[in-house]
């Protein structure tokens, strides 16, 4: 349940921290992934983002973004296993969860390092994200890595055990590579 919770959230994050080219970037899906590392006691797991609304806009040249939007369905966040699969939708109320990021700035820390904050909404909570991340382009195409690390207790979820000692960790690990074409 919660390694599902957990790739949702890692799919919220990194496409939050597409930056995008002049105008708009069109995200390529086919060669772009949006991962959530899940720790467990006695195992780890990763789901993966399968289907995603993304829309991203910012500067070409320099590659900083203006603004970043991401909207998906939980049900789209698969890790292997379709019982788990179930339950975290479960665990997360039911229905249809959805979940989203918006991007509200990014900044070069005095390292270099580039960094994206930005609001995710995941179970009706809403929370204030930062994380690195890089871009780079070749001709019109942007690639952009980044990690960013979640707490799903901080979005009101139920700390996920099974047996009374299983326990899936609160800290998720949100990895993503968004490809696209700068418009």
């Given at each position: 349940?919660?390694a599902?919770?957990?790739?949702?959230l890692?799919?919220a994050?990194l496409?939050?921290?597409?930056?995008v080219?002049?105008a708009?970037?069109?995200?390529?899906?086919?060669?772009?992934?949006i991962?959530v590392?899940?720790?467990?006691?006695?195992?780890?797991?990763?789901?993966?983002?399968?289907?995603?609304?993304?829309?991203?806009?910012?500067?070409?040249?320099?590659l900083d973004p203006?603004?970043?939007?991401?909207?998906?369905?939980?049900?789209?966040?698969?890790?292997?296993?379709a019982?788990?699969?179930?339950?975290?939708?479960?665990?997360?109320?039911?229905?249809?969860?959805?979940?989203t990021?918006?991007?509200t700035?990014s900044?070069?820390?005095?390292?270099?390092?580039?960094?994206?904050?930005?609001?995710?909404?995941?179970?009706?909570?809403?929370k204030?994200?930062?994380?690195p991340?890089?871009?780079k382009?070749?001709?019109?195409?942007?690639?952009?890595?980044g990690?960013?690390?979640?707490n799903?207790?901080?979005f009101?979820?139920?700390?996920?055990?099974?047996m009374?000692?299983l326990?899936?960790?609160?800290?998720?690990?949100?990895?993503?590579?968004?490809?696209?074409?700068?418009?």
């Open positions: 349940m919660a599902k919770t957990v790739s949702a890692v799919a994050t496409a939050a921290l597409v930056p080219g002049a708009t970037l069109d995200v390529d899906k086919g060669r772009s992934r991962h590392d899940v720790s467990a006691t006695g195992h780890d797991f990763t789901g993966t983002l399968k289907d995603y609304t993304a829309k991203g806009s910012g500067d070409a040249g320099s203006s603004g970043f939007e991401l909207q998906w369905s939980f049900k789209n966040l698969k890790t292997g296993d019982k788990r699969d179930k339950e975290m939708i479960k665990w997360l109320g039911g229905g249809d969860p959805k979940g990021f918006k991007f700035k900044w070069k820390e005095k390292s270099g390092a580039t960094k994206a904050m930005g609001t995710i909404t995941i179970h009706g909570v809403s204030t994200i930062s994380f991340f890089t871009a382009a070749d001709g019109d195409w942007v690639t952009i890595d990690t960013a690390t979640l799903y207790k901080d009101k979820l139920d700390i996920i055990r099974s009374g000692i326990t899936v960790d609160p800290k998720l690990v949100i990895r993503f590579h968004v490809v696209g074409k700068a418009k």
